[in-house]
C-alpha cells in the first residue's frame, strides 16, 4: 500500500538526502526506520505526508502518486495519516482534550462526536482522568501519549511517527511502543522512525536500516 520507486531527495544543491530508495511496505505492517543522524529517517516520513517532494521517484501511497498531489488534494492525504513529528510540541495554553479534539476539529467533526471519540481515545493512552489538565503539568511519557492520542484521532490509515520516545526512559519507551504495537493490531500500518538501536532489538518488528540516504537492509 506504500511503495517508493528509486527516489532521491536533495536539499539545496548539494546535501543528498536520499538517494535511490525502493520500498514496499504492506497494508497492516509495522516497520522501524532506524539508522544514524543524518541517515535521511525524517526525510522519508516528510515525504509520505507530502511535507517535502522527491526530486524524482515516485512515492504511491493507495495507488495516489503522493510526489504529484496538488495543494488542494494535500489535505485528504493528511487526513488518512497521522504523524507524530520529532519535535513537534502540544499546545501548551490549550488543555489535554483540547490538544486532542483540534486534531477533529481542523477534520470538521461534530461537537458530539470529538466529546465522544476524545475521551475514547484519550481512554486508549490511559490519560481520561487529564482531560482537564494543561500539558506542561503532565510528565515527558504522559506528553508523549498525548501526541500519540492527538495522532490517531481521526482513525488514520498510516501511522508515521518521527524519534516518538525520543527523550523518554526504557520504561516509558516500553509503554509507548505498547501503544503503537496495539493501534497495529486494530490495522493501521505504522512507521516508526529511530536512531536507538536498543529499541529497534526490542521491539521486534521489520526494520529498514538506511544509512547516508540509502536503505542497507531490509528493503524491497
Ligand atoms: N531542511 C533541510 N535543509 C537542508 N538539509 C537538510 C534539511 N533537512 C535535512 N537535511 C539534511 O538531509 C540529511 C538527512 O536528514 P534527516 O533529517 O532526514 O536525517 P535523520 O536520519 O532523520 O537524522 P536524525 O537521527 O538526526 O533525526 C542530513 O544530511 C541533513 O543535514
Ligand atoms: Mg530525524
Redesign the pocket.
Known sequence: MIQLFHVYKT??RH?V?LEDITLRIEKGEFVLFT?P???????LLKLLFALERPDSGQILIQNRNVGRLKESELPYLRRTIGFIF?DFKLLQKKTVFDNVAAAMQIAGASPAEIRRRVSEVLGSVGLEHKKETLPSMLSAGEQQRVCVARSIVNHPTILLAD?PTGNLDADLTADIFDLLKNINAKGTTVVV?T?DREVVSRVQRRVVA?KH?KVMDGGA
Do not use: D, F, N, P
Open positions: 536539499y539545496g546535501r538526502a539508522g543522524s543524518g541517515a535521511g529517517k525524517t526525510t520529532q524519534e522512525a536512531h538506511l540516504g
